[in-house]
């Protein structure tokens, strides 16, 4: 049995490690491992990024481009308690400044309806050795520095995010496979997160269920009936202030609260190392996705 597996048999709650910044330049081995989540406080403090990333500032640079962005009929995003697949994923479209001022006016509950994140418009791909830079967002990237943490090569994508304060991210696993490095460049974030051995438990949505989103759990963390179950677990708690990182493995769940008044981020994404840590290639998450992905047809 796996370390991830064991965790996930028992339950409580973590608090995830925290290393100082100065260790930087030791830590790419650790995260390679990919064995426990660790946040890295004030790892990017020196980045411009942190200062300008203002709602201002941003306007200013990119106000003008036309985004989508994610819209909840609450604070859930996705809402997975909304009747069907299009209240579940609204989308919004308008100059980003216009979304700026969604997140930045108004009562909290109507500014905790919006989110932007990659999956409307990503900062750099990279496939097959080729890196796309989204030629919209790219002088954001002017203020956001190369994280000598993992090989270049490996990297996967770039997301920015930016949210008013309510928003929370459902529970969900990245099902790219891939290690991720969240950096919080403005505001403030709370995240529980569970090891790969605990999708099991959480219950996941299935084929064959109205909801195609199998990275994703049916569970809702805020509904206080569902206690016994995330109690049921181990899960690690984090909070990002600004300037810190943290480090997701590969196949953890993940569930985020976004706390500040106005938060930005960027993740990178990279690939981990085929079949040199088995915490990575062998677990619960990484076999479910193996078959899910063996069951497709294109």
Not at 76 to 81: I, M, N, S
Not at 184 to 194: A, I, S, V, Y
Request: with cysteine; aromatic share 12%.
């Amino acid at each position: 049995m796996t370390q991830a597996s064991s965790v996930a048999s028992q339950s409580g709650s973590v608090e995830v490690e925290r290393v100082s910044a100065d260790r930087l330049a030791s830590l790419a081995r650790k995260l390679e491992e990919g064995r426990a989540p660790l946040v890295i406080d004030g790892g990017v403090n020196a980045w411009a990024a942190v200062s300008r990333w203002n709602a201002e500032y941003l306007a200013e640079r990119i106000g003008h481009v036309e985004v989508q962005y994610k819209v909840s009929s609450g604070s859930a995003h996705p809402d997975f308690r909304q009747p069907s697949l299009p209240h579940m994923f609204t989308r919004g479209r308008a100059p980003f400044r216009d979304f700026l001022r969604l997140i930045g006016d108004g009562p909290l509950e109507a500014r905790a309806r919006y989110l932007f994140t990659g999956d409307e418009q990503f900062l750099v791909r990279r496939r097959a050795g080729t890196s796309l830079i989204n030629p919209d967002l790219a002088p954001l990237l002017d203020d956001v520095q190369p994280l000598d943490l993992f090989d270049a090569e490996r990297l996967y994508t770039v997301w920015a995010w930016f949210s008013g304060p309510g928003v929370r991210t459902w529970l969900h696993y990245d099902n790219n496979g891939c290690h991720n490095l969240n950096v919080q460049l403005h505001g403030q974030k709370r995240c529980t997160l569970f090891p790969p051995g605990a999708v099991s438990v959480l219950d996941f949505f299935r084929p064959g269920d109205s909801v195609p989103a199998y990275n994703c759990s049916r569970v809702d963390v805020d509904d206080p009936t569902n206690a016994h179950l995330l109690d049921s677990v181990t899960s690690f708690e984090a909070t990002l202030h600004t300037g810190d990182l943290l480090f997701i493995p590969a196949h953890w769940l993940h569930t985020f609260w976004h706390d500040g008044e106005y938060n930005a981020n960027v993740n990178f994404w990279w690939k981990p190392l085929a079949h040199e840590h088995p915490e990575v290639d062998n677990n619960d998450v990484a076999r479910r996705e193996f078959q899910l992905n063996s069951h497709k047809t294109y």
